[in-house]
């Protein structure tokens, strides 16, 4: 098929990673791809390849049609994002999308007239419907979180409605009129929705919101047979695709790391099978320093191996050392703490056995796809809910702590039941069970596999 993909990715980890594989997909199908990073991405992703911005084209070995591409987000390389995170979002909102549209405008003026543009845009980005109306593009939307999460966020009107949203009492209440979602706790809910202040994050998901009805089709990073009836009802309201992981569908290996991921390869290697608990918290949340105190000393008592990928800024306002004092040295004939690691081959590697996690949606799939149980400490964002599908839904991973606080002792008995491999058998079955239908959604006749046919027919027909 001859078309034109224009793709502007979200500067962060847990959506640039799907959706450079969505990029490598698209052109593995013979599209032609124009990727597009924020030139601060560009930056960091070349900083932690030791190389040199200009040298960089982050699709140079993947032989496919991808031209890779810079914009600038409006801010200097040196401007702290993270730190000043609201300045940066409401330019983000209020800016980036006439700067988007401009970049747009000249790709399409400068490309083959044979190859019909369309725009794949991530779904928290600001600008698709905008963009999409100004040139009369095609207009894909792609969510990286699970479809459940979606439909919940597509319904806000309904949480209004029935008075949880903004939340007004402190009880906990079950919600069991979102179509497709099976019944969710208020506590289970996104953070987003269990504030009731109007934030940055508010803003940002509300509108994109608004602007995904918009959508002529959107692209689910799950799989069919996990979200059947959730999938199935968003199809009945927009033209919906389960195409995940797409984190697996190719073999190419693309850098996207905006960090300098350690190699960990030799100190797993002389590890026995199923012995190492790998801890990360992602790449965005942030919690205290009391907490990561508490895991730190809940290892020590475990007595268990384990990885700890730990980010400078994991602790808010707090750059100094958040672990406690003589910790490393404490565990230094079975821990391994660095800031960053390359998760996936840490999750691939046979001696790993547990991944204490944050419950990012796409650290949840890598841990599905290497058949890892986990270990679940959710924190922000969509991390809630998708604790609620992995340990009450699923059963493939128990909660760190089932109180509200972190204690050393739970965290230690935790880490221990699943390290024991305790963790019970119901999850390890469960998670087996799970993995098989992630790896055969790609396989020839899987259903990612003919859903992405199925979107590339449809969009045929379209553009
Ligand atoms: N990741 C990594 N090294 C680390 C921690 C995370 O490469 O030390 C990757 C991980 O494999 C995943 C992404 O960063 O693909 C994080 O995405 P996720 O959705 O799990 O969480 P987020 O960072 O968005 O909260």
Redesign the pocket.
């Known amino acids: 098929m001859k078309a034109h993909a224009i793709m502007i990715a979200l500067p ?4 640039l ?2 959706f450079v594989d969505l990029a490598t997909k698209l052109a593995s199908k013979g599209i032609t791809v124009t990727f597009v990073n924020t030139e601060h991405a560009h930056h960091q992703i070349a900083s932690s390849q030791e190389i040199p911005d200009a040298g960089l084209d982050i699709f140079a070995a993947a032989a496919l049609d991808i031209r890779y591409a810079t914009i600038s987000d409006g801010f200097p390389l040196d401007f702290d994002r993270d730190l000043n995170f609201i300045e940066y979002w409401e330019s983000f909102l209020r800016d980036f999308p006439s700067r988007v549209a401009e970049f747009v405008g000249d790709i399409i003026s400068s490309s083959d007239p044979s190859m019909p543009p369309f725009l794949v845009s991530d779904t928290f980005a600001a600008w698709p419907a905008m963009v999409a109306q100004k040139f009369g593009l095609v207009n894909v939307s792609f969510w ?2 699970p479809a459940t999460e979606f439909a919940i966020n597509y319904h806000l009107d309904l949480l209004k409605q029935n008075g949880h949203y903004p939340p007004t009492k402190d009880d906990e209440q079950m919600i069991n009129y979102i179509p497709g979602v099976a019944p969710i706790s208020t506590k289970d809910l996104m953070s987003h929705l269990q504030e009731s202040d109007v934030t940055i994050v508010q803003e940002i998901v509300f509108k994109s919101f608004k602007e995904v009805v918009k959508a002529d089709f959107i692209l689910h990073n799950t799989v069919q047979e996990v979200e059947p009836h959730t999938l199935s009802v968003l199809n009945q309201k927009q033209a919906t695709y389960a195409i995940g992981p797409i ?1 697996f569908s190719t073999k190419c290996s693309v850098p996207k ?1 905006l ?1 300098h ?2 190699d960990c390869s030799e100190w797993l290697e002389a590890r026995p099978h199923g012995s190492v608990l790998y801890v ?6 942030q919690t205290n320093r009391q907490v990561i105190q508490e895991i730190a000393h809940g290892l020590v008592v475990s007595g268990v191996s384990f990885i700890w ?1 730990i ?1 400078p800024q994991i602790v808010m306002d707090d750059d100094g050392d958040v672990l406690p004092c003589g910790f490393e040295e404490n565990v230094k004939d079975r821990g391994l703490v ?7 081959s ?2 691939s590697s046979p001696a790993v056995g547990g991944f204490l ?10 841990s599905v796809w290497c058949g890892v149980p986990m270990i679940c400490y959710p924190i922000l ?3 809630p809910t998708n604790r609620k599908l992995v340990v009450d839904d699923w059963k493939i991973g128990i909660n760190l702590c089932d109180g509200e606080s972190v204690g050393k002792e739970e965290v230690a008995e935790k880490i221990n039941k699943v390290m024991s491999g305790e963790a019970s058998d119901c999850i390890m079955k469960n998670l087996k069970e799970m993995r098989t239908k992630l790896h055969d959604a790609w396989k020839e006749n899987g259903s990612s596999q003919i859903n992405f046919d199925r979107f590339l027919r449809d969009l045929n027909d379209k553009i």
């Open positions: 962060y980890q847990g959506h990673n799907p990286t979180q984190n790391s960090r991921q350690v990360s918290f992602g790449s965005i949340a990928a980010r660095l800031q960053w690691s390359d998760q996936l840490v999750l996690t944050h419950c990012g949606w796409n650290s949840i799939l890598e964002y969509d991390q």
